[in-house]
């Protein structure tokens, strides 16, 4: 059973940066599809970055540019590091794994974190 803990939210100022954290246990964790997820308040939760098992990476247009999504698998952490945030950057971080190809819906993700907030203002 995957297990997935994430860290490194927080509250920053607009054009500030934060990185965020997440430690995967329980599974073969390079073979996976990784992938960090945001919901805001009122609204659906939304794909942000996503890496594959080739490395092969993906992002949200939004974040496209100031975002960078990376993995360390000898450490079996997957990384987020966001650089000038914004206002609409703030919501619940999730991170999610597949045992497949990746994938922007959320509902193809069976393994999830608690969550980390980042609160942007």
């Known amino acids: 059973h995957v297990q997935l803990v994430e860290s490194g939210g927080g509250s920053v100022q607009t054009g500030g940066s934060l990185t965020l954290s997440c430690v995967a246990s329980?599974?073969?964790?390079?073979?996976?599809?990784m992938g960090w997820f945001r919901q805001a308040p009122g609204k659906e939760r939304e794909g942000v970055a996503d890496i594959d098992s080739d490395g092969s990476t993906f992002y949200a247009d939004s974040v496209k540019g100031r975002f960078t999504i990376s993995k360390d698998n000898a450490k079996n952490t997957l990384y987020l590091q966001m650089n000038s945030l914004k206002s609409e950057d703030t919501g619940m971080y999730y991170c999610?794994?597949?045992?497949?190809?990746?994938?922007?819906?959320?509902?193809?993700?069976?393994?999830w974190g608690q969550g980390t907030q980042v609160t942007v203002s």
């Open positions: 329980g599974g073969t964790y390079s073979a996976y599809c």
């Open positions: 999610a794994a597949r045992a497949q190809r990746c994938q922007q819906d959320p509902d193809e993700y069976n393994h």
